[in-house]
């Protein structure tokens, strides 16, 4: 569908922090736009270098998009740098590289004393995109928690049922393939 410039100059303003408070609440609080999500998917396909059709941003760096690999067509996460976490059925985190703060002596390197976690008890994983070193995600788990799975969205519902619009990726089985991708690609040494 084609966007208005002003809709997707409005969403890159709200993203880039350019409006105020208020004029952000109305937007929050009002009408919806029905085009909304048009001009999002715009204003992500105008700011990056690649080619691949968006086919909805997960985040200010992260974007579901359809990847032709010979008659396939795959729906596979993608940073904005260009960087492929391929699947989007598999957590992208456990293919980013992972900084885990743990001691008090990393954690002081954030926040005041005796306003972290116990050590021991929780720990702050910071995942960084391979290609670009872009910091992408912070989560605060217990000690040996998984990563959590920050959202699996079922874009076949999404763009059938809900856009009533064509998929612009192969059928697909809509499950969480993490557990799988882990128990092929990783050892643990005992
Ligand atoms: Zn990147």
Not at 76 to 90: L, Q
């Amino acid at each position: 569908m084609a966007v208005s410039r002003e809709k997707i100059q409005r969403i890159a303003d709200m993203l880039e922090g350019r409006i105020s408070t208020q004029e952000l609440f109305r937007v929050i609080a009002g009408q919806k736009d029905p085009e909304a999500f048009d001009a999002l998917v715009a204003y992500f396909q105008e700011k990056v270098p690649w080619t691949e059709r968006v086919i909805l941003p997960l985040s200010d760096h992260l974007c579901i998009v359809s990847k032709t690999e010979g008659t396939k067509k795959k729906a596979i996460v993608k940073c904005t740098c260009g960087y492929e976490f391929e699947d989007y059925r598999v957590n992208w985190k456990v293919k980013a590289r992972v900084y885990v703060r743990e001691s008090s002596e990393e954690f002081h390197e954030i926040y005041p004393q005796y306003m972290h976690a116990e050590p021991g008890w929780q720990v702050l994983r910071e995942y960084y995109c391979p290609g670009c070193l872009t910091l992408l995600e912070v989560e605060a788990v217990p000690v040996g928690y998984p990563p959590t799975f920050d959202a699996l969205p079922d874009i076949q519902t999404l763009y059938r049922d809900w856009l009533r619009r064509e998929l612009p990726v192969d059928d697909h089985t809509f499950e969480d393939l993490t557990a799988d991708y882990v128990k092929t690609h990783f050892t643990v040494n005992h």
